[in-house]
């Protein structure tokens, strides 16, 4: 499959990026030779680094710190004492790492800063880390201490910083951010290894600190102080393979595990500070900024004496809406004052694991006895048999203009059909706007399994979109999906039947 690398502007230049009307309007198209007749991009696409983010679909949260062993969400009731962080014993960071990697997650976000300021690594920015806390505290660095669980356990690792810090007594100024904050982000993005992925965050502190401290400016513009643009261009030069929240993907809009049935990876960064649209994401948006969902597996981020975690059901369910809907998920998993995720978090996780593991591999597709479409593209190379084949890198296509198109698999026997799984070759930007599913048992009378607005990088479909439970299936030995309107011809790169 040919990489397309060149900038947008290159693109444009030459007539490869398809564009929203009336944009296109603005640009010629030149012919150019290509004897694979590849589609064009649409436009936004991402990079690939957005590529490879998207493909890790689901990993962890680690929130755990100062607020630990405060039993708050926000440390805001004392004036902030380095000593309150006191564990007894170094926290197991190993035993979170292999809980989530049993989920099925891909990689860990380690908390290492939250808006308390408290940094869980010794710092030369402050002297509200570590270095000062407690009992066994001064030997722990929560970012050295997840990075290598990560590494022996072949998961990623990232990391949240708070970009709001209400202990800075120079927050507010533009000293906070070039002696503070991009010192902290240095620390963390070379002194650690490899980081997938900058998660900061929404909350803003414009009127005051913890200790009561009112800064000069009392209401902080958080789009323009901490000056995103560059930040993020600081955090791609200490680590290229790294996608910076805010960015290069957004907050879904809500912090209870679901993403919206219509989920466009498209947005714009103005939309995106505003939280405008942040759920469904925005077909004519400019911007490839994909939805990432960040749920709890309990009621709290951090851990609390009366936690009462999410069964793995509820927790499947969060998966389903989230993964299965062309957003990411980052799952909170929340140690206690030991440094250990409880027993009734772990068990979930595993059997999160299990429910996924028994529920969407074994796919029916790659057995298929035909697969056939009733139109394929021009070139040769873009048969309906590339949505069922495993191979990520090719795709069913119609030809340019024909934006419907329908592809029907035929399976050996008939199944108990519970979920037919849709992915977009998104690389080429996301196009489908609108499907359904039917399915049969003779090839010849159909019924409807489901109908879905956006597919993007993967949409799992349950029978009738319900996911409230798992449910009796369907019996059928055939499968057709319709695409029914797109924004360009339509990419397909996997169906699946389990």
Same mark, same amino acid.
């Given at each position: ?22 944009? *296109? ?24 680094? *957005? ?12 929130? !755990? ?126 002194? !650690? ?118 069964? $793995? ?26 440094? =250990?995720?409880?027993? $009734? ?22 057995? $298929? ?5 009733? *139109? ?18 090719? !795709? ?10 329908? =592809? ?25 706007? $609108? ?64």
């Amino acid at each position: 499959m040919e990489k397309f690398t060149t900038s947008l502007l290159g693109l444009l230049a030459a007539g490869l990026v398809c564009l929203p009307a009336p944009a *296109q309007g603005l640009f010629e198209q030149l012919d150019f030779p290509d004897p694979d007749n590849t589609p064009a991009p649409v436009f936004p696409v991402p990079s690939q680094r *957005q590529v490879e983010w998207m493909k890790m679909e689901f990993y962890g949260f680690s929130h !755990y710190g100062y607020n630990t062993f405060l039993g708050k969400e926000w440390g805001n009731d004392t004036y902030p004492d380095p000593t309150r962080y006191a564990p007894q014993s170094i926290p197991d960071c190993e035993q979170w790492v292999t809980a989530m990697k049993s989920a099925g997650m891909t990689g860990v976000v380690a908390v290492v800063k939250h808006h308390d300021g408290f940094c869980m690594w010794p710092t030369e920015s402050t002297d509200f880390n570590v270095t000062n806390s407690d009992g066994v505290g001064p030997q722990v660095d929560i970012p050295k201490l997840v990075s290598e669980a990560c590494r022996k356990h072949g998961m990623k690792f990232g990391v949240y910083l708070s970009p709001w810090d209400a202990n800075a007594s120079n927050y507010a100024t533009q000293d906070y951010i070039d002696q503070n904050f991009r010192t902290q982000l240095t620390e963390l993005l070379t002194n !650690y290894g490899e980081v997938f992925e900058v998660w900061f965050d929404g909350a803003n502190g414009g009127t005051g600190y913890y200790g009561g401290i009112i800064p000069t400016t009392k209401n902080i513009d958080k789009t323009t102080y901490y000056d995103w643009p560059n930040i993020a261009d600081f955090v791609h030069k200490l680590q290229p393979g790294a996608t910076v929240w805010g960015r290069e993907f957004r907050w879904c809009g809500n912090e209870d595990g679901y993403s919206g049935r219509t989920c466009w990876s498209n947005s714009d960064i103005r939309s995106v500070q505003s939280e405008g649209n942040n759920n469904t994401g925005y077909e004519e948006g400019f911007e490839f900024i994909p939805s990432e969902s960040d749920v709890r597996t309990s009621q709290n981020w951090f851990w609390n004496t009366s936690e009462s975690i999410k069964s $793995a059901e509820e927790l499947y369910k969060i998966y389903l809406e989230t993964v299965g809907r062309n957003a990411t998920l980052i799952m909170n998993c929340a140690p206690n004052t030991d440094g =250990v995720l409880s027993d $009734a978090l772990v068990r979930n996780l595993e059997e999160l694991g299990s429910l996924l593991k028994t529920r969407l591999t074994d796919n029916f597709a790659l057995t $298929a006895t035909s697969v056939t479409a009733d *139109q394929v593209r021009d070139g040769g190379k873009y048969a309906a048999a590339n949505a069922t084949d495993a191979d990520a890198d090719t !795709y069913w296509a119609t030809n340019d203009g024909q934006t419907t198109g329908s =592809v029907t698999i035929e399976l050996p026997e008939t199944k108990t059909v519970h979920y037919v799984m849709l992915q977009e070759y998104f690389q080429l930007g996301q196009r489908v706007r $609108a499907f359904n599913i039917e399915y049969s048992t003779d090839g010849s009378s159909w019924r409807s399994f489901a109908t879905g607005t956006t597919i993007g990088y993967k949409r799992i479909m349950a029978v009738n979109d319900d996911t409230s439970s798992y449910g009796n299936g369907v019996q059928a030995r055939f499968i057709r999906v319709n695409i029914t309107d797109s924004r360009a011809c339509p990419l397909i790169n996997n169906i699946a039947v389990y």
